[in-house]
């Protein structure tokens, strides 16, 4: 797990020269900032808007903007590039096409989630990564968080136990089984399930079995899960929980221990040892030794754990990006490999009749070779 202080942008001996495609919302309050704490030297923004790309540059420092990709990768030869960009009318994801473009061109890319809208698109990616020499991470945000990064060490300590079960709710509809077919239907939860598969993978390792039950009213489901460890586990998409209620939870258990991760940022581990007999404790109160330990941010300081940019994963993610491209090594987490994982949990649902148990993974299809089902 990484310590340690930050390094300022500017405090860095040497920057990598890099561009962005892509200038909307949510790369303007969570990916542009983050350069504020990594070696990245902007050169040029990229947007289909130029006169939105001139605004990114000139907030950002970048000296150059572009509406066209391709000149912008053939005038500027960037050693990297960040893509965040949205969807194609018919499902697919516009990054895919660009971080080919990107590869091509002889730049390392990270490009926000979801990576590819199929299996296939995935492993194309796997393929002309390989062809050039240049890697591609996506930004799964959740497995950079403080509190995931520490609920992985926690669960692969020898004193945690070998895993055996693993509870993942996350706030998410899923379309009915007649509409999964159509790639435009299943964008939103495309968009949305790389956040718990990330979790699921980076925590558990690859899913092996799996079947769902589904509810029309909100588009819920429960998720029965088995890992290739002999693990267990359950994914519970609650579509329909409020906005205002924390979004997220974590649990791993373990041999006579579990970790709890509520809300993202607070992880609390229940230790091995403690005793409570029933009918005859007088106390809820155990030994230290065996006493549970929390950890949350107190959000009273101006400290860099207290933005989000920190405790939302966003600057782990892209400085884990950074040093990789210094270091000329692929990077560990976020990788190809990973988005094929997610992928693969992704196809379960779109292509599995709620109540039936498949082994994974299934034979791969194209969603975007399905012929579009609007009458539904």
Known sequence: MPVGDITYQFEYDERIPCAFIGAGGHSYRNVYPTF????????????????????????????????????????EQPAAVFIVTSYHEDGRVQATQLALDCLAAGAHVWMEKPTAASTAE??????????TGRFVMTGLKKIFTPAMEKTKAIISSPEFGPVSSVLV???????????????RDMIGFLDHIYHPGAVL??????????????????????????????????????????????????????????VVVDNGVRLTYYRRGGRLAYGRSRSYVVDDEAAPL??????????????NLFYLG??????HFCESVLAKTPPSKG????????????????????????????AEVDPTSVPSQEGH
């Open 335 to 362: 990788t190809l490999d990973d988005a094929l994982a997610i992928m693969t949990l992704f196809d379960a649902y779109r292509r599995t009749p709620p109540g039936t148990v498949v082994d994974l993974p299934l």
């Open 201 to 258: 993978n980076y925590l558990m390792g690859p899913v092996t079995r799996f079947s769902h039950e589904w509810e029309p009213v909100a588009g819920a489901s429960t998720a029965m899960l088995r890992f290739a460890s002999g693990a267990v586990g359950t994914l519970h998409l609650a579509g329909g929980s409020a906005a205002t209620s924390p979004l997220e939870r974590v649990e791993v258990i373990g041999r006579g221990t579990n």
């Open 314 to 319: 966003y600057v782990p993610e892209i400085l």
């Open 36 to 75: 504020q704490y990594a070696p990245v030297d902007l050169r040029a923004v990229c947007d289909v808007d130029e006169s939105r790309a001139r605004d990114y540059a000139r907030q950002f420092g970048a000296p150059q903007a572009y509406a066209d990709h391709h000149e912008m990768l053939a005038r």
């Open 169 to 183: 709710r996350y706030p998410q509809g899923l379309p009915p089984p007649e509409r999964r077919d159509n790639p």
């Open 294 to 307: 929390t950890w949350e941010p107190e959000f009273s300081l101006g400290q860099l754990y207290n933005k």
């Open 122 to 131: 995935i492993r194309q990616l796997q393929e002309a990564s390989a062809a």
